[in-house]
């Protein structure tokens, strides 16, 4: 008999089917065995009423985890998980464990510790929260890519391996390249702007590496950007109306195609508001001085504090999760940071805040070649190892922008896990390479 | 002026219309001067009848590549490229550039010779055939992509940095990662069988790293690999059949999608055959003997002269590109593989040539903990190290397979360039970290 997936029981109330997959749990309660199979999109509940039908687990010994297939006729029942259920079962072992799993699957939420949990992520990331959890990763790509593609932007994969750190900066991982010493890229950065020479609407998703000797529930070491570089901008509020559509286009994705994995979490997904609001740096920060009292209006940057606090004030204004706030001063941005021609102190740059946490970094970069000499002079910088990056800016280049999503901070803002760690399937960091 | 694409123009015959873009080449003939201008999408051609028109560009000194508008009415004329052309326009320069580019980008083919053409990738990768080619990988990722999603499988992104090396083979790029010894990933393979334990079907797009210090045509030390693997499979026939309909779902989405750019390369795609032949290893060498009387019967592998043999055999017998050869002796395969039960000597594992070329590699795994730890101890290799993917077959793992794509490999097999290095953005090799 052909097998079918978990999540297509309701489609055969009534009929004869063949579900494969996991051992996930055998609940005894009274005369009558509860026996959870799960397969890799959900779970279904078998009804066993005869010791019989579960002689070929006792024989084989095989505790959960084990690999089965379960024959049966699907009733509709209102109280179990699907609405319905297997009856009048048989059980084949495929795969019998006869160990148990160091980690719990079988009840509704996992209890194990956080290091528990990430020492064993390859058994862990099986529980249906988890599953969850990290499929919505997937979704968050699909979402991601759908509404660039849309939008005549072409998917571009650059080199991971480069000869030089991207900002010029530390944290960064170094490697033996034949011989040589080469780093790995912190960021897509400077191939996806050059790659605006050659698509003119380009994004990359792919992993980047940071260095960062930091050990916080905010840090991996390795984690999947997704960037977006485009040219023939206005300024840096072309570039937010494309980052409001993709937001847009990722909550759509998730609530269309995965609506189970929303639902086993118990997740609502933030309304992308069609203007999301936005205020200036210096507004924020006098804003921020008359409303607490805190005076931060000499700091050349917000604060964590600073940004729980605009979020907050946006949700109580506009009734918005997402807050933008534009022109960072330039002495905080990078080297390649467009200023504000009206205001040259302060950048043609923003950041996305979502419920107060920064979310999404963009803004405008420098187009023009003399710029680009005049800001590496003025930041201290070295030409020569920025050759190839301004050879780019030296035959023609169009105004443009982009911004850079954390794939795993996304996630762990959406589900609110309690460390990025959690948001990823094997995560890196100062103390984990295994598994 | 809204500005339109290039390739938006036949719809605007009539209209007046802003293009932007490089400025590609100027020529004059007679008293006429033709204007190419290049966006992200296409070309365009404009026709200039007065010097007042050119003055903007003689006053800016304006040298190809320079960052141009042009406004003008739209003309059908079947002799222009797009089958109609710009009439009475005006010209602005947004950035003029007057460098002559290290690239001629003007002239139909592209004439540098490879390695001015790598050093200068940045500028080279513009020539509209270099962007064709290079716009296939995305079209290859977007196929890819799509037809697995239509079979329920999940996108998943694992690490790449590792604490071993993959098939504790040599040939890896060590890095230091706080102290400790670490590694770049040479294929996502643990991780994606890790990643069936949790969504049985499985698909990933990323970057892999092979320190081999060849310097050939067909060798490049980071490449993209599109991955697949997928849990309770007949055999390897099942993930064949996968791999069958994830080709045809590539060439599909570039006949559909990519037209503009199969058309710039001159390009007839492959068909892909409702079944593709298919020879055992064993039986391939025998035939091979037979119609060559070239004995290689003895020989664990095939030369690269046997499989172009092959590949013109499948061409003649079945008129197909395409061929699958299985069952390659377990001795060459690697520790994973999963015996032909039938003949143990030979594995469930296959091989698709591509025009006599190989092009994927893939079969069934091993998935019994027991045969795992029976596998390593036959291959000499410590069981300490592969622990954490122990883990995953020790707690219930079904039968599964997959398969691995090389993307600048299929990009190169399709538009047939000189070398891989041609076939990506910016390529690694033995002796290139830049651009």
Redesign the interface.
């Known amino acids: 008999m052909t097998?079918i997936?978990t999540t297509d029981l309701p489609a055969h109330v009534g009929e004869q089917v063949s579900l494969?997959?996991?051992l996930q749990s055998l609940r005894r309660m009274g005369g009558i065995t509860f026996l959870v199979l799960r397969?890799?999109?959900g779970t279904a509940q078998a009804v066993i009423e005869t010791e019989d039908s579960l002689q070929p687990l006792t024989a084989a010994n095989a505790l959960p985890?084990?690999?089965i297939r379960v024959t049966g006729t699907v009733q509709a029942n209102a109280a179990a998980p699907n609405g319905c259920e297997l009856h009048h079962i048989a059980i084949e072992v495929?795969?019998p464990?006869s160990?148990a799993?160091?980690i719990p699957l079988g009840k509704r939420t996992i209890t194990a510790g956080q290091n528990t949990i990430l020492d064993?992520a390859?058994?862990a990331?099986?529980h249906v929260s988890r599953?969850a959890t990290?499929?919505l990763?997937?979704g968050i790509?699909?979402g991601f890519?759908a509404s660039l593609?849309e939008r005549?932007f072409?998917?571009?994969?650059?080199?991971?391996?480069?000869?030089a750190a991207t900002e010029g900066g530390a944290n960064v991982?170094?490697?033996?390249?034949?011989g040589?010493t080469?780093y790995?890229a912190q960021s897509p950065q400077f191939?996806k702007q050059?790659?605006v020479?050659?698509?003119?609407?380009v994004f990359e998703?792919?992993?980047v590496?940071r260095?960062e000797?930091h050990d916080t529930t905010r840090h991996i070491?390795?984690y999947?950007s997704l960037d977006v570089e485009m040219?023939?901008i206005e300024d840096h509020h072309t570039v937010m109306a494309v980052l409001r559509a993709v937001l847009h286009g990722i909550m759509a994705t998730l609530q269309r195609s995965y609506a189970a994995d929303l639902a086993v979490l118990e997740l609502a997904l933030p309304a992308v508001p069609t203007e999301i609001p936005s205020i200036h740096f210096a507004e924020a920060q006098t804003l921020i001085w008359r409303e607490t009292g805190q005076d931060v209006r000499s700091e050349p940057d917000l604060a964590p504090a600073d940004e729980r606090w605009l979020g907050a004030w946006a949700q109580r204004t506009f009734g918005s999760d997402f807050l933008f706030v534009t022109g960072y001063p330039m002495r905080k941005r990078p080297f390649y940071t467009h200023p504000d021609p009206a205001r040259p102190a302060f950048s043609n740059s923003f950041d996305l805040l979502f419920r107060g946490v920064e979310l999404v970094t963009g803004g405008q970069r420098l187009?023009?070649y003399g710029d680009y000499l005049a800001a590496l002079e003025h930041a201290g910088l070295a030409i020569e190892p920025f050759a190839?990056?301004l050879?780019?800016f030296?035959?023609?280049?169009?105004?443009h922008g982009g911004f850079a999503i954390g794939?795993e901070r996304l996630v762990m803002q959406l589900t609110g896990v309690s460390s990025i760690k959690l948001a990823?399937?094997?995560p890196?960091d100062?103390?984990r390479?295994?598994?």
């Open positions: 097998r997936f494969a997959g996991w397969d890799g999109w985890e084990s690999l495929c795969v464990i160990e799993a160091p064993h390859m058994i990331n099986r599953r990290l499929r990763s997937a790509m699909e890519r593609r005549d072409t998917e571009v994969q650059t080199p991971k391996i480069v000869a991982f170094a490697l033996d390249y034949f040589r080469a790995l191939y050059m790659m020479g050659i698509f003119e609407r998703v792919g992993p590496f260095a000797p070491n390795e999947v040219g023939f187009h023009r190839p990056y050879e780019t030296r035959y023609g280049m169009p105004s794939l990823t399937t094997f890196r100062l103390h390479l295994t598994p």
